[in-house]
């Protein structure tokens, strides 16, 4: 299983960035997706999660960014709108997914991250 993260870049205080993760690889199915972020010098938190059914948003975030899926493309996409430069970090991707390796039984799976930085 791989996740692949895309659409990281640099962004003006205000401006929008669009963020699109795709797991591949041979699984059976995917529970929960996320996105994280690390800034220099901090742990690494997180974003927002997605369920089959449910969003879940980190305080400062809440209103600016949107998460979603395609469940058909097995894609992730985290959609952020007025970004500040406190959200200048790498952005990382994971997955919950059940594969025949593990019998079904969810394993978490991350992304390489992508880079985004917002300034003027």
């Known amino acids: 299983v791989q996740l692949q993260a895309s659409g990281g870049g640099l962004a003006q205080p205000g401006g929008s960035l669009r963020l699109s993760c795709v797991v591949s690889?041979?699984?059976?199915?995917?529970?929960?997706m996320g996105w994280y972020r690390q800034a220099p010098g901090k742990q690494r938190e997180l974003v927002a999660t997605i369920t089959t059914g449910t969003t879940n948003y980190e305080n400062s975030v809440k209103g600016r960014f949107t998460i979603s899926r395609d469940n058909a493309k097995n894609t992730v996409y985290l959609q952020m709108n007025s970004l500040k430069p406190e959200d200048t970090a790498v952005y990382y991707c994971n997955a919950n997914v059940r594969t025949p390796q593990t019998m079904g039984v969810p394993r978490t799976y991350w992304g390489q991250g992508t880079q985004v930085t917002v300034s003027s």
């Open positions: 690889g041979s699984f059976w199915g995917i529970n929960a």
